[in-house]
C-alpha cells in the first residue's frame, strides 16, 4: 500500500516562497516511479504543475511553473518536494502529491502532467497567497 503525505502548505505574501513536502509511505522501492505536483485553484479543475522521473531526477513542468516552481526529491527516492517562488495570488489552491510506476509501454510525455495517469494521491496541503 502507497501513501503519501504533503505538508509545507501555508499562508504566504505575494513574492514570497514556500517549499511543499510529500513523504511517500516505506516499505517501497520508489526507483522507478513518476511522482507530479498537482494543484486545484478555486474554480478549476485540477491541474499538473510538475513531473519528476525518480530514477534519473527527469522532471517536466507545465508552462505555468516554469522559472518558479522546481521539483525534486531526495537521494532515498521518499520525499517529493516543490519549491514555489514568488508566489502569486493565483497560486492559491491544494496541492497535492500524486505517484505511479512506470508504464511497461511508451506513452507520451504531456500523460506526467494528466491526473488520471497517476494512481496514488496525497490529502493535499493548503496554499494561500495574498495580495
Known amino acids: 500500500q502507497v501513501t503519501l503525505v504533503e505538508s509545507g502548505g501555508g499562508a504566504v505574501q505575494a513574492g514570497g516562497s514556500l517549499r511543499l513536502s510529500c513523504v511517500a509511505s516505506?516499505?517501497?522501492?520508489?526507483?522507478?516511479?513518476?511522482m507530479g505536483w498537482f494543484r486545484q485553484t478555486p474554480g478549476k479543475e485540477r491541474e499538473g504543475i510538475a513531473s519528476l522521473y525518480t530514477s534519473d531526477s527527469n522532471t517536466y513542468y507545465a508552462d505555468s511553473a516554469k522559472g518558479r516552481f522546481a521539483i525534486s526529491q531526495d537521494e532515498a527516492k521518499t520525499t517529493l518536494y516543490l519549491q514555489m517562488n514568488n508566489l502569486e495570488p493565483e497560486d492559491t489552491g491544494i496541492y497535492y502529491c500524486?505517484?505511479?510506476?512506470?508504464?511497461?509501454?511508451?506513452?507520451?510525455?504531456?500523460?506526467?502532467?494528466?491526473?488520471?495517469?497517476?494512481?496514488?494521491w496525497g490529502q493535499g496541503t493548503q496554499v494561500t497567497v495574498s495580495s
Open positions: 516505506a516499505h517501497t522501492d520508489y526507483k522507478g516511479w513518476y
Open positions: 500524486a505517484a505511479r510506476q512506470r508504464p511497461y509501454t511508451s506513452f507520451s510525455r504531456y500523460l506526467r502532467l494528466q491526473e488520471d495517469w497517476y494512481n496514488y
